[in-house]
Every structure is written in C-alpha cells, then in structure tokens.
C-alpha cells in the first residue's frame, strides 16, 4: 500500500476545554455537565453545559423578546444582509469547521471538507435571497413569520442540519432555539460563536446543548414551530406530544431506500452509485441506499464489480485525506450495527466483507454485503444507520417496484438504467419523497427534501421549504 503525505486538515483546530449554552446572545452555564467523546480514539475532546427546563424557558422568553421587538419587524432585506454575513463566515473558517466536525463526529475529512460545510453555506447564501421576496415565492402575498421555532437535530450531519433549519426559519422571519444532538454539539456551539461575530441581535438565535430530556423541553415549550430530524421513534413522539396544539410540526424521519440497477444501467457507474450511496458518511444517513435490488440478469456482474470496488475503501483515521470510511459515532450505535447484522446473520443472509485492519481504539465496522437477502428479514426491513448494504434481486420493472415500496418508510429511492422513460415510469410508482436518477445523495438548498408515510412529512429547502416557517 503506497505512504501518503499528511493533510493540512491534520493539524488540530483550536477547541475549548469547556463551551456553555448560548442564550440570547451570550454562553452561560447549564444545570450540569457532559462530556463529548471523539469517536476516531475515545478520547474527551471538551465538555459541554447541559440545558435544563429553566435553560429552555430563559432561550424561549429570550427568543420570544428578539422576534417581536428586533427580528420580526426587520425588513428582509436587512435580515438577508445577516444570512449572508454568517454564509461568508462559514467559508472563511470552512476548514475549522471541517475538522471540527471530524473530530467530533467520526466523518472523513473530506466528506466535511468538500460537502458538509460548502453545503452549509450554500444553504445560507440560497435563503438569504428569499429574506425580502417571500411574497413572491407563491405562498399568499403577505406571509408573515411563525414566531419562535424549536428545532433539534440529530449526530449524522451536525452543521449541515443545522444550516437546513436555522437558514430558512431566519429567512421568513422567526427566531430559533435549537438543541444539537448530544453527541455532536461542537459545530453548532462553534456557529453561535460565528452568530457574535456576524454580530447578530441577541436572542435571535440560541443554542442547548443536551440529552433527550432537553429536546423534550425545547418540543413542550411555547413555540410556535417545532422542527425535528432523527428516528421515526422520536419523530412518533413529537408528533403525539404537539397534538391538539397550535404548533405547526415538520419530521424528517428514518429511511431505508431502495437503489434498483436495470439490466441496462451503466454498470460501472451504478456500482459507483452504490457505494456512495451507503458507504457515504458509514452510513449514517437517513437516505441511504441500504437496500439494493438488482435485476437477476446482470446481480453476478453487479455484485462482482461491488465487491471489487468496496475492496479498495479505506477505513480509518478520519482526519486522513484519503480515508473513504470513518468511525462510527457512538459506542450505542455499534452496538446497533453490531447487533443487526448478527441479526442478518442469523437469519440465513449471506455476509461479505473486505480484508481491512481497524484502529484498536475508536469505533469502527467494516463495510458489509449481504446477500440472500429475503423482504422479511430485519436488515431488510430495519434502519441500520451504518455502512451495511442488503443486496436483493428482482426479474421484472413491477417486482422491482414491488419489492422497493414493501417498506414502512419512504424516504428517497434510486433508479438507474439508460431508459429515460423506464426513470420516469419508476419514479412515478416510487412511494419516496426524493427519486434520484442514475446517481445518489445529490443535494442541492435550492431542491426541496423530505418523507412520506413513517419518513415524515414536510419538506426542508426550496421553495417548498420555506412554507413550513410562515403563516400563509
């Protein structure tokens, strides 16, 4: 194996011993005290404060206090200045923000690095534009902000997800309290420092760290708008806690996505899809193309050519330029990997995996191939969130579609083939909220994103997206 020179990203960013809540404009301590692990070595990176009920209650009375007296009556325009202002600080410490986001999360560096932060920004730059025309995007001619939103967002895409919510909720005029994922605050904590040098009025932003508990907190408080990304379980929750109220609620939920290869796809380009599509950040994305249905025809070409190309994934080191699969975020959820694929294992799939050596500290799983796959089986039916793939197959275009839809989510789904029609045929039986064509996990904060049936509804990006965050 060839010796590689060490990235620029190598060298460590500087990151506090310590970081407390943001709370209208400044950092004050919480009720306690957690610590944030990198996943990569185990080691304790910072600790963190945690929010209590009275911290959520100080952040919305103070959010509460920005949008009716500063945030609300300011004009889009001069709230499309600050959106742009955070954009522009976004890239000028993109690669603090990058490894930041490695360290914290697991991710390859060049995952952070080339689409994590870039798409952040891009989504500020893009939602900056609608500040002063939101009466022209089709949503009535007056639309006015909710008020204060309450968003939480889940460990997978810690800055990205943010940006999804805080982007547009600032946009249309509505003041936020968000609440990262417990085992991946430092981004968002890093973005309310970015918030004091955009010199954004205080409150209009506010940022709680903590558990489930604070999440509970910021969901029962009195918001207006509740916006949630994370499991179908949690998301199950939300929904019947803001039931009978006023709260206008958006979830984007869980996922286990079809990516079905006719015999007439470009082969070397679907297996390229392939991997992107679940080996993409270990997996750890709602959208992933955990499911594979190949046409019978061509499944020993499909199936060769994959095996071929995971063989050559690295996996390792996430601060390593060159690395294609990180750690896994959590020792929790290793064990979930862990436990599901023995699942796999045991009801009668076949399972592959490539020769590689892992770290012996950190958390870390191969990336794993079943084959034999049956519809019933758990990995089949389950949302692994890890760089597990079930391959099955398929004889006609009504199995595949079938097969790709007996699913309790519906989420996103892949098609690939050289037949425009044949796309389009699929794409309209397809019970996904985003079909992507001969490629996968394309993004783009123009595009709306969101689920049907336990994948959620409302969707985030767009001109769609801005709907959720007005009264209309």
Not at 140 to 149: A, N, Q
Not at 185 to 211: H, K, R, S
Request: aromatic share 8%; charged share 20%; proline share 6%.
């Amino acid at each position: 194996m060839f010796e590689y020179a060490p990235a620029p990203e190598s060298v460590r960013p500087d990151i506090k011993e310590h970081y407390g809540l943001f709370i209208d404009g400044e950092f004050a301590d919480g009720q306690d005290v957690f610590k944030s692990v990198n996943p990569a070595t185990e080691e304790v990176l910072f600790t963190v404060a945690e929010a209590g009920e009275a911290d959520v209650a100080r952040a919305v009375a103070a959010a509460r206090r920005a949008q009716e007296t500063v945030w609300g009556p300011m004009s889009g325009t001069e709230r499309g200045k600050y959106l742009f202002r955070i954009a522009r600080l976004l890239q000028e410490r993109a690669r603090e923000f990058a490894v930041a986001e490695s360290l914290d999360n697991g991710k390859p560096i060049k995952e952070t690095r080339d689409f994590d932060v870039p798409t952040a920004a891009q989504h500020f730059f893009y939602h900056a534009g609608w500040a002063d025309k939101l009466a022209y995007a089709g949503l009535g001619s007056d639309p006015k902000p909710l008020g204060v939103v309450g968003q939480v967002i889940p460990w997978n895409f810690p800055l990205l997800m943010l940006a999804w919510k805080i982007a547009p909720a600032l946009a249309c005029g509505n003041t936020v309290v968000l609440k990262p994922a417990e085992t991946t605050p430092l981004t968002a904590l890093m973005f309310a420092e970015l918030c004091q040098e955009a010199d954004l009025p205080a409150g209009v932003v506010n940022i709680l760290p903590g558990a489930g508990a604070a999440g509970a907190a910021v969901v029962n408080s009195p918001v207006d708008k509740v916006a949630f990304t994370g499991s179908t379980a949690v998301g199950r929750a939300i929904a019947k806690a803001v039931a009978g109220s006023k709260k206008k609620v958006t979830l984007e939920l869980g996922g286990k996505a079809a990516n079905i290869v006719f015999d007439d796809a470009p082969i070397d380009q679907a297996v390229e899809g392939i991997v992107n599509g679940i080996f993409f950040n270990q997996g750890h994305v709602c959208c992933a193309g955990s499911r594979l249905l190949v046409q019978e025809s061509v499944a020993d070409e499909v199936l060769a050519r994959l095996k071929e190309r995971v063989s050559t994934l690295r996996v390792g080191d996430p601060l390593d330029k060159n690395t294609d699969i990180g750690a896994i975020n959590s020792a929790e959820q290793l064990a979930r990997i862990t436990a599901l694929t023995e699942a796999g294992r045991g009801e009668g799939a076949d399972v592959w995996q490539p020769a590689c050596d892992l770290p012996e500290n950190g958390f870390w799983f191969r990336p794993t191939v079943f084959t034999g796959v049956q519809q019933s089986m758990r990995i089949a039916q389950e949302e692994i969130f890890g760089p597990v793939l079930s391959v099955l197959t398929f004889r006609t275009p009504d199995e595949a579609i079938a097969k790709a839809n007996n699913t309790p989510y519906g989420l996103s789904a892949g098609v690939w083939t050289e037949k425009g029609s044949k796309i389009l045929w699929a794409a309209e039986r397809l019970r996904a909220g985003v079909v992507w064509a001969n490629t996968f996990n394309q993004f783009d904060a123009a595009s709306p994103f969101g689920g049907l049936k336990e994948s959620g509804y409302g969707r985030e990006g767009g001109r769609q997206g801005l709907e959720a965050y007005l009264d209309v």
